[in-house]
């Protein structure tokens, strides 16, 4: 059920036009003017209809307020002048009164669905580098963290982002940032496993000169460094007891005090928290602060395990692949089929970071143009034997194309290629065919067992 906020000065407008969308199942908010609208919090919902001329300031301002739910222009003044100044500033639409019922609907169905094709993309996210890089993937459970994404960003509400080590929560981060109104501010991320616990409370709130052996001089913590922008505090769950009331006290009354200091300052920040713990079971175990909890988890977005999003892994791998193929200045290599069967495949504990790991590499270790999965220090799951009647691919059978033959698993055409050649082919010959070094060619036959071809047998005499 989409939210509709109805913005017009005429009671008998607004009420004809509440009636005609809810009997079409849509939830609606009415206002009589921008002020109004301005209480409800225009943000909050789905679509905004608005008059054009209202009491007060126009219904355009919506546009503004109301960023980034689309604004539907009415107007009773259906001058094209009118209609293309409001487009201008950003209305997605306009209709002209007295309207017709039909039309309005389509419209309204038209507007709500492109909205929601729009919120279901992957968002834009600029790295610490400084490069815009998209994020990746299209399978349900992503096109939800990214409409979550879209309509969290900018209500400046605490985030909890909930996921496994790797599966990308500083990127989701990034992005909550970058969208949010705060996006000219810094964003100040935290890991808060990495810093010792005798460490954090000094790093997060600061200190005062002399305030411990060793402080020779005050410091500025980053929750501070994050006024008016966002603190991204990872592996949250990692907190020790202190610095959890003192974060408390930054959520509850927007105020720090630096280790040492009698002085109360006052910070304006939007946390967003990240954890692969289950905070709430450590909250009844005492171990994180249920107050805390609460506080932290006014927005969730959880984030898929690599494992779960099948139908993404190997867009991701190419998008990785391409990235360390330019770093390490070794642009044109690719996947062998058998090494995206085996990434397909694979359960990645480690999630995006182990792929990304893995596929660097490859990168480095491949000997030819295609990565093989030993080159990824991955095995190949194991393949049923061959019906002895299956017959054994031989070179004159077989395309030029090594990457056709990998129907076979890399280890059986290995195994089958050189079987069937060795007896006519030298070692450098089977390795310049197999498109691998010699030491290669040896190291795989050891491991797969494969025996060096015998001299002639001597006849019995």
Known sequence: ????????????????????????????????????????????????????????DPGTDLITLAAPVPVLIMTSYASMRSAVEALKLGAVDYVAKPFDHDELLETVSRVLHQQATRQAEPPDVTDEGGQQQTMIGNCPAMQTVYS?????????????????????????????????????????????AAIPETLIESELFGHEKGAFTGANTARTGLVEAADHGTLFLDEIGELPPDAQARLLRVLQEGEIRKIGSVETRHVNVRLIAATHRDLHTLSKTGEFRLDLYYRLNVM????????????DILEIADALLAKACRRHDREGLRLSRASRRVIRDAPWPGNVRELENALERGVILAESHLIHPDDLGLTPPPRPAPAPETK??????????????????????????VLEHQDQMSETELAQKLGISRKCLWERRQRLGIPRKKGPRRSAG
């Open 300 to 311: 969730q977005i959880d984030l898929p395990p690599l494992r779960d999003r099948e139908d």
């Open 392 to 417: 054994v691919m031989t070179l004159d059978d077989s395309p030029e194309d090594d990457d056709d033959l990998e129907d076979l698993s890399l280890e059986d055409y290995f195994q089958h290629f």
């Open 1 to 56: 059920m989409s939210r509709i906020l109805i913005v017009e000065d005429e009671a008998i407008i607004r009420s004809a036009l509440r009636r005609l969308l809810e009997r079409h199942d849509h939830e609606v908010s009415e206002a009589g003017c921008v002020s109004e609208a301005r209480e409800l919090d225009p943000q909050r919902f789905d679509l905004v209809i608005s008059d054009l001329r209202l009491p007060g």
């Open 148 to 192: 979550r994404i879209r309509k969290t960003a900018p209500a400046d509400v605490t985030v909890l982002i909930q996921g496994e080590s790797g599966t990308g929560k500083e990127l989701v981060a990034r992005a909550l940032h970058q969208q949010s109104k705060r996006a000219a501010a810094p964003l100040i991320c935290v890991n808060c």
